[in-house]
């Protein structure tokens, strides 16, 4: 009776040491929860928020961002591509104006339903984090962030690994309320929609790929190209190059660079429908740094 009481309670004590060392791990939705911070940079401001990957979930992908993050793969890279539902970085960085494509290196195994993982909880919407992949490789994510701003972000959970959030809740009321720091994380995050277009409505194009569309007059490779799309003698127009407000009150200058109508079908179709034609904010938009908290 004595040795089965001692096993007892060596076994009790054994449990309260092992409680003792995750009780304190932060757990959300049945998953283990990594917190980082993100500072970015929108146009003059550092602006720091705040998320948390659900580890698990997709515990593989969790593993190789963190990795990354380690290695500090994502500071100092630009935000390429942004859109009215979702941004992303990781895969280009900008040199001397143009786009170069970085070396992401191991892509990682899908994890999501249609790939054949079940359990994971987290939808797409607004703040929303995934690893974007190509469209017809279910394990071929590699470094490509996204952070998807609306729930009409063009990705479903289901067929792409959602594996973290920005905060929504972490704002201090107490503050004054037009600072950054009486606003959530999700709420700083959003204010990158603002970089979408400048004060006078002009957007910013780069294609990244491109090839002339022989069923189509006028089609022409815009690769390697930025188009600056923006207001000249009071209409909406395509321009070739990367054209400041300065540019478009030249009118030599707006003109020569003008697209000639019979691009022009075929240009705004391409933008529309292709995702070689990068969405560049008009102001810096870049992700300084990413650090982990309280790694556990």
């Known amino acids: 009776m004595n040795k089965l009481f001692t096993k007892i309670i060596a076994i009790a ?10 009780a304190c791990d932060e757990v959300e939705g049945g998953s283990k929860i990594q917190r980082i911070q993100i ?5 003059d401001e550092q602006v720091e928020v705040e998320a948390k990957l659900y580890v698990n979930y997709a515990p593989e992908t969790v593993q190789h961002v963190i990795d990354l993050i380690e290695d500090g793969y994502y500071n100092g890279l630009d935000v390429t591509n942004v859109l009215s539902t979702y941004f992303q970085f990781g895969d280009y960085k900008l040199v001397n104006g143009q786009l170069e494509e970085l070396n992401q290196g191991a892509a990682v195994k899908g994890e999501f339903e249609n790939a054949g993982l079940t359990g994971n909880k987290l939808s ?3 703040g929303a984090i995934l690893l974007k992949r190509e469209k017809d490789d279910i394990n071929s994510g590699k470094a490509t962030l996204v952070v998807a701003l609306s729930a009409s972000a063009p990705f479903q959970a289901s067929n792409y ?32 929609k603002e970089c979408i277009a400048d004060a006078n409505g002009r ?9 002339v569309n022989g069923d189509v ?31 478009l009150q030249n009118k030599a200058v707006a003109e020569e660079k003008m697209i000639t ?22 102001v810096t938009v870049k992700i300084v740094k990413i650090e982990l908290i309280n790694k556990k």
């Open 124 to 126: 797409v919407s607004s």
């Open 261 to 282: 109508e019979d691009q022009l079908n075929d240009l705004s179709n391409k933008i529309t429908v292709s995702e070689n034609f990068m969405h560049i904010p008009t």
């Open 217 to 247: 007059e006028g089609s022409k490779d815009w690769t390697g190209s930025y188009i600056t799309y923006a207001e000249y003698d009071g209409e909406m127009a395509y321009f070739e190059g990367l054209l400041t407000e300065a540019d």
């Open 39 to 43: 500072t970015l940079q929108l146009d």
């Open 161 to 192: 690994c959602v594996f973290g959030k920005i905060l929504s809740d972490d704002g201090n009321k107490e503050a004054d309320s037009s600072s950054m720091e009486y606003l959530s994380s999700l709420e700083r995050v959003l204010k990158i």
């Open 13 to 22: 004590l054994a449990l309260t040491v092992i409680f003792s060392f995750t």
């Open 203 to 211: 957007k910013v194009f780069y294609c990244l790929k491109d090839e």
